[in-house]
T-cell receptor
Framework: SQQGEEDPQALSIQEGENATMNCSYK?????LQWYRQNSGRGLVHLIL?????REKHSGRLRVTLDTSKKSSSLLITASRAADTASYFC????????????FGTGTRLLVSP | GAVVSQHPSWVICKSGTSVKIECRSL??????MFWYRQFPKQSLMLMAT?????????EQGVEKDKFLINHASLTLSTLTVTSAHPEDSSFYIC?????????????FGPGTRLLVL
């Protein structure tokens, strides 16, 4: 399977704490994207990082990419209860068709 | 931001019937749409890539005669699950890319939950 791996599978923290999720993938990529999914809902795009970028920020989100290790991390700072969701990384191998291969996901629970 | 809708949001059907799911890009044109399937507590698995005006490209292991895809316009793609069986029960999600914007972001629909009895 080409599917990426994410760890941890589940993460439980208190409000205000930081949450870090890691993603590893198998093939060379054009870009890597992170998505959030609330239970039973569609996906919301969070951030995209290109293969020639190493770090990117968006509000409380910080994403890093290490193409030599084929890995990425998503850091959510000062977490809130509303951040409770599943988080998925997805890689675009740059085939021209924009196909995304999703990781296994991390379920984040932020308790008040 | 770009909006993608799906209809219906949920459907319950009897085994052997066919179910059609619509995916629409509401405020942009999408020459390419994607269909995913997600089982409970699992990740999304790409089923097929839907190209406007041409045949869909299916991923390995996905039966094209069972999951019929039609992308008749730049804003609409449909997925028909033919002769549905209980094992087809799943969460089906579509996505589309705003070609005019040049952005690489895919926008996802809210999903359709299918339950086959």
């Amino acid at each position: 399977s080409q599917q990426g791996e994410e760890d941890p599978q589940a993460l439980s923290i208190q409000e205000g704490e930081n949450a870090t999720m890691n993603c590893s993938y198998k093939t060379s990529i054009n870009n890597l994207q992170w998505y959030r999914q609330n239970s039973g809902r569609g996906l919301v795009h969070l951030i995209l990082i290109r293969s020639n970028e190493r770090e990117k920020h968006s509000g409380r989100l910080r994403v890093t990419l290490d193409t030599s290790k084929k890995s990425s991390s998503l850091l959510i700072t000062a977490s809130r209860a509303a951040d409770t969701a599943s988080y998925f990384c997805a890689t675009d191998a740059g085939t021209g068709f924009q196909k995304l291969v999703f990781g296994t996901g991390t379920r984040l629970l932020v308790s008040p | 931001g770009a909006v993608v809708s799906q209809h219906p949001s949920w459907v319950i059907c009897k085994s052997g019937t066919s179910v059609k799911i619509e995916c629409r890009s509401l405020d942009f044109q999408a020459t390419t749409m994607f269909w995913y399937r997600q089982f409970p507590k699992q990740s999304l698995m790409l089923m097929a890539t839907s190209n406007e005006g041409s045949k869909a490209t299916y991923e390995q292991g996905v039966e094209k005669d069972k999951f019929l895809i039609n992308h008749a316009s730049l804003t609409l793609s449909t997925l028909t699950v033919t002769s549905a069986h209980p094992e087809d029960s799943s969460f089906y999600i579509c996505s589309a890319r705003d070609m005019a914007s040049g952005q690489e972001t895919q926008y996802f629909g809210p999903g359709t939950r299918l339950l086959v009895l």
